[in-house]
T-cell receptor, first 115, second 114 residues
Framework: KAGVTQTPRYLIKTRGQQVTLSCSPI?????VSWYQQTPGQGLQFLFEYFSETQRNKGNFPGRFSGRQFSNSRSEMNVSTLELGDSALYLCASSLTSSDSRYGYTFGSGTRLTVV | AQSVTQLDSQVPVFEEAPVELRCNYS??????LFWYVQYPNQGLQLLLKYLSGSTLVKGINGFEAEFNKSQTSFHLRKPSVHISDTAEYFC????????????FGAGTRLFVKA
């Protein structure tokens, strides 16, 4: 079956702009989590969506937002981009929200560069 | 608070040598433990996981890990590494009761030399 698809793979944006990243989870998976990966901070949890509802949120400013559609596809949006937002953004798909025993299936990520 | 500590940021090793990547965690609740691998320009891939039962778990690519509750450790091992094992490895912990979300360690970069 198809894996987790993230688009686009690469993005270059200017400070102050906004960006939208997309993630399509594995078919049948209803939970989508987003992580920011940087060399200095490692993997940091952004938020999780399950059945179109945000279930958990990490410690990021309100410029970071997301949503999930009825087909489980998810988008995350970053407004008023800052240089420090440059990172690899990873989407992780899982079967459910409340039971983590299955682990995650990750997409290849979107590499965002803010100039 | 829960935390995951990977004790080595980089581990260089020669091809066909054994390797151990160390992971310690801290949690007041029962946990599930995971190891993931990340190859360059890719996402993370699940290597293995410990849920309950036997403390020695086997994963893909010849890797195994041992859960030690008294030492709160979950070290990853491979008896003989290949060049293709060069990657970054992440230890992760999640709440078995469905509480806190999965927390990842900072990662260990394994570099296999010929």
């Amino acid at each position: 079956k198809a894996g987790v698809t993230q688009t686009p793979r690469y993005l270059i944006k200017t400070r102050g702009q906004q960006v939208t990243l997309s993630c399509s989870p594995i078919s049948g998976h209803r939970s989508v989590s987003w992580y920011q990966q940087t060399p200095g901070q490692g993997l940091q949890f952004l938020f999780e969506y399950f059945s179109e509802t945000q279930r958990n949120k990490g410690n990021f400013p309100g410029r970071f937002s997301g949503r999930q559609f009825s087909n489980s596809r998810s988008e995350m949006n970053v407004s008023t981009l800052e240089l420090g937002d440059s990172a690899l953004y990873l989407c992780a798909s899982s079967l459910t929200s409340s039971d983590s025993r299955y682990g995650y299936t990750f997409g290849s990520g979107t590499r965002l560069t803010v100039v | 608070a829960q935390s995951v500590t990977q004790l080595d940021s980089q581990v260089p090793v020669f091809e066909e040598a054994p390797v151990e990547l160390r992971c310690n965690y801290s949690s007041s609740v029962s946990v599930y433990l995971f190891w993931y691998v990340q190859y360059p320009n890719q996402g993370l891939q699940l290597l293995l996981k410990y849920l309950s039962g036997s403390t020695l778990v086997k994963g893909i690519n010849g890797f195994e890990a041992e859960f030690n509750k008294s030492q709160t450790s979950f070290h990853l091992r491979k008896p003989s590494v290949h060049i293709s094992d060069t990657a970054e490895y992440f230890c992760a912990v999640s709440d078995a009761g469905g509480g806190f979300k999965t927390i990842f360690g900072a990662g260990t970069r394994l570099f296999v030399k010929a």
